[in-house]
């Protein structure tokens, strides 16, 4: 059974930084690309950043130059930092896994609030 849990949302003032995690458990970790996405109230959710099994990255444009993803197989997680947050930066983020080329799974969530 895949499970993903992400953490370490918050409320952060603009400019500032945090940190999200997802930890995968059920599944053979290094050999899949993991995604994160976010969803803002009202708005569909989006597609944040990718990093694949070989260490290639990703990014949406809104996010280039200030979101870095990560992984570490070791531990089966996959990060976010997020530097220099904005207030438009305010969502649920998600980590999502695609298993079997073709079935998509996700986290809970953890929400980002940045305050202006």
């Known amino acids: 059974q895949v499970q993903l849990v992400e953490s370490g949302g918050g409320l952060v003032q603009a400019g500032g930084s945090l940190r999200l995690s997802c930890a995968a458990t059920?599944?053979?970790?290094?050999?899949?690309?993991m995604s994160w996405y976010r969803q803002a109230p009202g708005k569909q959710r989006e597609f944040v950043a990718v990093?694949?099994?070989?260490?290639?990255?990703s990014y949406a444009d809104s996010v280039k130059g200030r979101f870095t993803i990560s992984r570490d197989n070791a531990k089966n997680t996959v990060y976010l930092q997020m530097n220099s947050l904005k207030p438009e930066d305010t969502a649920v983020y998600y980590c999502?896994?695609?298993?079997?080329?073709?079935?998509?799974?996700w986290g809970q969530g953890t929400q980002v609030t940045v305050s202006s």
């Open positions: 999502k896994v695609v298993v079997g080329g073709s079935r998509a799974h």
């Open positions: 990093i694949d099994s070989g260490g290639s990255i």
């Open positions: 059920g599944i053979i970790f290094s050999l899949h690309a």
